[in-house]
């Protein structure tokens, strides 16, 4: 028996199978581009990677001036926060764990015993120098399992950054080792300064200031620091963002956001409140940005200072489906 081929048939089928080959190569070089780009655009941002285990904050010991983009993972089963402290010259974090921490640990033992004048009277035993120290900015709250990405620019020098969320026996988190010892040198980042979509305004007069019409997706939040004051927690205002659950209770969260208070910026935190970051206390006229991605549901900007409900410092907003 023979079997006949069609000449033009055969040639057909070559075409579309090379086709077919050519299509397949350049769509896996395609894929093996976006990842080169993704890289060298990570590369480009030159983010600073902050890790949290333990009570630790696992980072460079010194990284660039400029526009700084903090990445901060917090793998701790705890909440924490990254602040970073300008110290007078000559002060170091010897100084701190010598004269400083000893100082706020016992007043807040006292406090936490009932003893709040006695408690306060130590904060009063602080060295003549301590208002000196100026906070320029960090991330919000982080709550466990979660990334929190912050952008501020740093000049060069010497900063000390901390956590003093207080642990569930009232011990804050710095007197545990989350402080380290950071040099912002002078050679520049080279990132450009982050674009907002979303802008917010912050000050002692007005309280937290924005648009609440925000959709599903990814953002990043500018935090314009109109003015700074020392409130009655010895520190200044910033900006935290949470997600809210049907369970979220706001005025305990409100009440918890008092470090001052016995019960307040303490382990475990408010239930229902999943802290997303957002930026630390800044000086006036300072700006500084932090991205988060946003599902629908309920959310709040809040305050780390006393009663912050009552100085316009907790606003909510619902990002819908």
Not at 103 to 130: C, Q, R, T, V
Not at 161 to 184: D, L, W
Not at 238 to 255: E, F, I, R, Y
Request: proline share 6%; glycine share 8%; charged share 20%.
């Amino acid at each position: 028996m023979k079997i006949f081929v069609n000449s033009n048939s055969l040639i057909k089928t070559f075409i579309l199978l090379l086709i077919f080959l050519t299509t397949s190569v350049a769509f896996q070089s395609c894929k093996s581009d976006k990842k080169e780009s993704k890289a060298k655009e990570a590369e480009k941002e030159n983010v600073v990677d902050v890790l949290t285990e333990n009570m630790d904050f696992q980072m460079a010991d010194t990284i660039p001036s400029g526009w700084v983009t903090f990445r901060y993972k917090n793998a701790s089963p705890q909440t924490h926060f990254l602040m970073i402290d300008d110290y007078p010259e000559g002060k170091t974090l010897d100084t701190v764990k010598a004269v400083i921490l000893p100082h706020f640990d016992a007043g807040m033992k006292l406090i936490s015993e009932g003893k709040a004048e006695e408690g306060f009277a130590e904060f009063g035993k602080l060295p003549k120098w301590f208002p000196e120290v100026k906070f320029i900015g960090g991330t919000g709250l982080v709550s466990p399992g979660h990334v929190a990405k912050t952008t501020m620019k740093l000049n060069p020098g010497f900063y000390i950054i901390e956590c003093y969320v207080k642990m569930s026996n009232g011990v804050f988190h710095g007197s545990m080792g989350m402080t380290k010892e950071i040099i912002v040198s002078n050679t520049d980042s080279g990132n450009p300064e982050p674009k907002a979509d979303i802008p917010i305004e912050i000050s002692s007069t007005d309280g937290i200031v924005f648009n609440d019409s925000i959709s599903k997706g990814m953002h990043t939040f500018s935090v314009f620091f109109k003015d700074q004051i020392v409130h009655e927690n010895f520190v200044g205002h910033d900006v935290n963002l949470a997600k809210l659950d049907d369970s979220a209770d706001l005025d305990g969260l409100n009440n918890w956001m008092d470090w001052s208070d016995p019960k307040g910026l303490i382990e475990p935190a408010p239930a229902g409140v999943t802290f997303l970051g957002g930026i630390n206390n800044m000086l006036a006229g300072d700006t500084g940005y932090f991205t988060a991605t946003l599902d629908p549901g309920r959310y709040v900007l809040i305050a780390e200072v006393p009663d912050p409900a009552s100085k316009n410092m907790l606003k909510t907003f619902t990002v819908p489906e």
